[in-house]
């Protein structure tokens, strides 16, 4: 039998990205499975980012079929604070299916009492990484030391040896349906209070952490032949935008010129929103995690801003995908891409590699189609309740033998 109830706990470290996934992973568990799904968040300001009815300052609120609950403990020991819709304090009653998101180490009170009650399949859900060693380490378990528990570590990816992407059902029926439609796409350009751009203009979202490499992309693109219309949403990477322009406070409907280059600053969108994006332009930069994906699903060329890590490891994942992206493009446009992404996560370089890339878009873009095509039959979110359902089913028949 499949699980009826979730609760998924989101440490928020820094950015959108964990609290990203965890939203969009709540908001299919509840909407296209039926799950009762409680999203516990340490940062309720990062969900209202992505969800603005998500009120801060509330504990426990109903968001697009979601129960968001603020994680607190509190006392000694740290017990979660576990209250009843109306608010009363009331024993923990641990959900059928427990995610832990990016080993955020669930609170001690909760662990304790999923082994008292035998009742939850415990995954530890892992950040994305092309890399090698992750088809190994998906579904292996890793019992508790102290306790009758197991946890089980669930690794998205992209070949049929990791867990998959997440992946709306309907999301590539609604990505075509809307780069189909001229009306719709008028629509969008408006809400950003803009014409909608000549179909000579090369439309480019610049989603992105500080890089010391964008002045030069930037002048690039101002010195080019072709119109540039470059969409930057709020964030990190806005300071570097408007000192380009000798702008010292740009923020959101901020616009620049300079050449052949325009520049448009956006404001930060609700999460179903940012798809739109993607999905009009021609070139999408994406960094972290969910982003890069959804770059995937919009089926145009991409570029990678990896999360940076201390110890450069991020170096080994970057290289990673694109050895993985890269095995059926020519020699050619692999260059291209491999060159980019590298200057582009270096912070140099990159108004070099780019007439490359530019060169290589049909290309990049009819092969972009075929992955997003052939990636879409390994989903996250059904692998993931297939996986409990295994792992529930075992743990059953244990106890029957014991
Ligand atoms: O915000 P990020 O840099 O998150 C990162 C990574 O996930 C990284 O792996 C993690 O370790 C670190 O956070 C802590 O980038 P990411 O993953 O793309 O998340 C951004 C989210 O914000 C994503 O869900 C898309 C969403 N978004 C909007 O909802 N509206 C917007 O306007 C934009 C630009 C993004």
């Known amino acids: 039998m499949r699980s009826e109830s979730c609760d998924i706990f989101c440490n928020v470290i820094d950015n959108y990205g964990d609290i990203g996934v965890c939203w969009r992973l709540a908001r299919q568990l509840a909407h296209e499975h039926g799950l009762a799904v409680r999203l516990w968040v340490d940062d309720l300001n990062s969900l209202a ?7 801060a300052a509330r504990d426990i609120q109903y ?4 129960e968001v609950r603020r994680w607190c403990e509190s006392g000694n020991p740290p017990t979660l604070q576990y209250l009843s819709p109306n608010g009363d304090e009331e024993a923990i009653r641990p959900a059928e299916l427990v995610i832990e998101a990016f080993a955020c180490k669930l609170p001690e009170s909760y662990v304790a009492a999923m082994a008292a009650q035998q009742q939850s399949v415990w995954i530890n859900l892992e950040y994305l990484s092309a890399e090698d060693w992750v088809r190994g380490c998906h579904g292996l378990p890793s019992p508790h030391p102290g306790l009758p528990l197991t946890k089980y570590f669930f690794f998205p990816g992209f070949t049929s040896q990791t867990g998959g992407l997440l992946l709306e059902h309907d999301l590539l029926a609604r990505r075509d ?20 751009p ?9 989603f992105g952490y500080e890089n010391a490499a964008l002045h030069d992309l930037f002048d690039t693109w101002a010195s080019g032949t072709q119109t540039v219309l470059c969409l930057v949403p709020e964030g990190r990477i806005l300071p570097q935008t408007g000192q380009y322009f000798g702008d010292v406070a740009p923020r959101a409907d ?7 280059l325009q520049v448009r600053v956006l404001p930060f ?3 179903e929103h940012y798809d739109e994006l993607l999905w009009v332009c021609d070139v999408n930069f994406v960094r972290g995690e969910d982003s890069c994906v959804r770059a995937q699903w919009a089926a145009r060329p991409f570029v990678w801003q990896i999360y940076p890590q201390h110890d450069a490891v991020h170096w080994n994942k970057l290289q990673a995908f694109l050895d993985m992206y890269c095995v059926p493009l020519s020699a050619a446009v692999g260059q291209a891409m491999q060159d980019l992404w590298r200057a582009w996560n270096s912070g140099g370089g990159a108004g070099q590699a780019w007439p490359a890339l530019a060169a290589a878009r049909g290309e990049l873009n009819e092969y972009a189609q075929h992955w997003a095509r052939q990636l879409a039959a390994n989903n996250l979110a059904l692998n993931l309740l297939d996986f409990s359902q295994k792992i529930g089913r075992m743990r059953a028949l244990k106890i029957e033998g014991q």
């Open 63 to 66: 968001c697009r079929g979601v």
């Open 177 to 196: 349906a809307f780069q189909n439609d001229a009306a719709r796409q008028q629509v969008f350009w408006q809400s950003l209070g803009m014409e909608m």
């Open 269 to 271: 969108v609700e999460q």
């Open 254 to 260: 901020s616009s620049y010129a300079r050449g052949n």
């Open 49 to 55: 980012k992505l969800c603005h009815e998500a009120d």
């Open 198 to 206: 000549s179909a000579e203009t090369l439309k480019i979202s610049l």
